[in-house]
């Protein structure tokens, strides 16, 4: 599923990176949330979130970095699922917020962001390092 999902982004990762993300998300590390949304024949999806302290409240807040669904389950409400169980989690914790974000062009994952959450007029830009 991992492999698909680089793929999905037309990216690659080495190795070590790929096994160092799973060690985090799999082993209880303070800050990491790994969750997996599967049936009865297996997974289905995955999410990846890091819960973070910010500036503007003592809450902490919370990015789900990654998310990502097969390509045969998609529109059946594992996305929906992976993103309201971290919400469920945020609320019972205390969280401020969970945000994530697309690519503008990802037209599938926005149809149902649209519906669960609020798209705000910010810009990100990164600064490779």
């Known amino acids: 599923m991992w492999a698909a999902y680089l793929a999905f982004y037309e990216t690659t990762l080495p190795p070590e990176t790929s096994a160092d993300t799973w060690a985090r998300f799999l082993a209880p590390a303070p800050g990491h949330i790994g969750l997996v949304a599967e049936d009865a024949d ?32 998609r529109g059946q409400g594992a996305g ?37 959450g609020k798209a705000r007029n910010w810009v990100r830009y990164d600064l490779d390092l």
Do not use: M
């Open 80 to 116: 929906r699922a992976l993103i309201e169980a971290l919400a469920k989690k945020g609320r019972a914790e205390g969280w401020l917020r969970l945000y994530w974000q697309t690519d503008t062009g990802n037209a599938t994952a926005r149809r149902l962001y649209d519906k669960v």
């Open 42 to 73: 297996g997974p289905l999806g995955f999410a990846h979130a890091i819960l973070h302290a910010g500036t503007w409240s003592p809450k902490p807040v919370c990015y789900l970095e990654d998310l990502y669904v097969n390509e045969q389950a």
